[in-house]
């Protein structure tokens, strides 16, 4: 059964820090991981997806990497804003059963101005 | 359009009422989840519908019954249900070709408190 963990629980850095959210997975067959962010009683924003076959994704400010061999992905966050703070989730799809995703606990970031 | 909508975004019911979770999307994705989420939890995987047909069933209980009319339609019955179901319905969609699934996308939710 894949287990997914994200550590920290919580973090709260001032603003223009850079910094980086962690994911460790136990089943390293996966498909993909996706990020995604979280506003309070909203629904899930898809930031990156990264194929199995990749070992990294860019968007803006954003950069996530993924270590199959590990069972680790990291989202990289640069120069962070007040408009960052979110809870941040990470979810994996494994080979065997793809049409499910497991997702961590998230990482709720605050960054302070 | 990349965008997944759900109605209603609040709903409020006794455990005698029957009522029903609406979500559509455009995007022309053929599979679609339901989710659902307590509060400082991640989603729970609740069902999978791939070409209009359910292929998982996360053991949910019968109380909540799933349906997908068409590829941009998905709706969730509710009947009976206990307070503990109170918590956020999450819709997701994404492409799939066979057993290939893709990126999901989310919509905002519908808040459910169950009396």
């Known amino acids: 059964k894949q287990e997914v963990t994200q550590i920290p629980a919580a973090l709260s850095v001032p603003e223009g820090e850079n910094l980086v959210l962690n994911c460790s997975f136990t089943?390293?067959?996966?498909?993909?991981l996706q990020w995604f962010r979280q506003d309070p009683g909203k629904g899930l924003t898809s930031l990156l997806l990264?194929?199995?076959?990749?070992r990294e994704q860019t968007s803006g400010r954003l950069n996530a990497s993924l270590d199959k061999s590990s069972g680790r992905s990291t989202l990289y966050i640069a120069a962070s804003q007040p408009g960052d703070s979110a809870t941040y989730l990470c979810a994996v799809r494994v080979n065997t059963n793809a049409g499910k995703s497991t997702f961590g606990d998230g990482t709720t970031l605050t960054v302070k101005p | 359009d990349t965008e997944v909508t759900q109605t209603p975004k609040h709903l409020v019911m006794g455990m005698t009422n029957k009522k029903s979770l609406k979500c559509e999307q455009h995007?022309?994705?053929?599979?679609m989840y339901w989710y659902k989420q307590k509060a400082k939890k991640p989603p729970e995987l609740m069902f999978v519908?791939?070409?209009?047909?359910?292929?998982i069933n996360e053991s949910v209980p019968s109380r909540f019954s799933p349906e997908c009319p068409n590829s941009s339609l998905l709706n969730l019955h509710l009947h009976a249900l206990q307070p503990e179901d109170s918590a956020l319905y999450l819709c997701?969609?994404?492409?799939?070709?066979?057993?290939?699934?893709?990126?999901?996308?989310f919509g905002p939710g519908t808040r459910l408190t169950v009396l």
């Open positions: 995007m022309g994705h053929r599979a």
């Open positions: 997701a969609s994404s492409q799939v070709d066979l057993i290939i699934y893709n990126e999901q996308f």
């Open positions: 990264i194929q199995s076959s990749q």
């Open positions: 089943d390293s067959a996966i498909y993909n």
């Open positions: 519908y791939s070409y209009e047909k359910l292929s």
